[in-house]
């Protein structure tokens, strides 16, 4: 029964490139959350979103960001032009209720900025 | 209204010791209040959750205790192992909306 999993682990980008940050939830699970994680900080709610939804993108920064979660596939969180300052670890969370919040986290992707 | 503040930042415990952590909120709509434990380049790990209907929830060493009236809820570690040693977060979550809010970790050390 495999958890939720995210890829690439690590992932090394220069100034100006873009960003693409994968998760895959758990078996039965449609609802996915992104958080980000700075050094020696807390996570902070990014996204939440259901297959081919959006419901909450409150936490998003309003420049650069996307995500989706189209009907196959897995969850995607885009960042365009990175800059230094989005260096941090990104993690998906899935619920397998609508407005749970029993939620299983993956094991993250670790972004740098140079 | 939306934080979570968690305390201490970080905390040393003798093994066989207990290990307690303190969190406070202030948004009334909280329904669900989570701890999750991360290790080192890990991910969190939903360790024990509770709703505010119950005043203590209690799993093996881990044990909840929540005041609703103080909005406070607090964990404990009973008999502290040195594989405790990691990151515990507290969380916040509304079922309106799904989202958890954090606090800001405690580092547990727990000393052989």
């Known amino acids: 029964n495999a958890g939720v999993m995210q890829n690439p682990r690590h992932l090394v980008r220069r100034r100006g490139q873009e960003a693409r940050l994968r998760c895959s939830p758990m078996?039965?699970?449609?609802?996915v959350y992104w958080y980000r994680q700075l050094p020696e900080e807390g996570l902070k709610f990014m996204v939440y979103?259901?297959?081919?939804?959006?419901?909450?993108e409150s936490g998003m920064p309003k420049e650069r960001f996307s995500a989706e979660f189209p009907k196959e596939g897995p969850s995607i969180l885009r960042i365009q032009q990175v800059v230094r300052g989005d260096s941090a670890a990104y993690f998906c969370?899935?619920?397998?209720?609508?407005?749970?919040?029993?939620?299983?986290f993956g094991p993250g992707t670790r972004l740098t900025v140079l | 209204q939306q934080q979570v503040k968690q305390s201490p930042q970080s905390l040393i415990v003798q093994k066989g010791g207990i290990s307690i952590i303190n969190c406070a909120y202030e948004?009334?709509?909280?329904?669900?209040f989570p701890w999750y434990q991360q290790f080192p380049g890990k991910g969190p790990a939903l360790l024990i959750a509770?709703?505010?209907?119950?005043s203590e929830k209690k799993e093996g060493r881990f044990t909840i205790s929540f005041n609703k009236s103080a909005k406070q809820f607090s964990l404990h570690i009973m008999d502290s192992q040195p594989g405790d040693s990691a990151t515990y977060f507290c969380?916040?979550?509304?079922?309106?909306?799904?989202?958890?809010?954090f606090g800001q970790g405690t580092t547990l050390q727990v000393k052989p």
């Open positions: 969370a899935s619920s397998p209720l609508s407005g749970s919040n029993e939620q299983f």
């Open positions: 078996k039965g699970h449609s609802h």
């Open positions: 979103l259901q297959k081919e939804n959006i419901i909450d």
């Open positions: 948004n009334t709509a909280f329904d669900y």
């Open positions: 509770i709703r505010p209907d119950v």
């Open positions: 969380a916040a979550g509304s079922g309106n909306t799904g989202k958890l809010i």
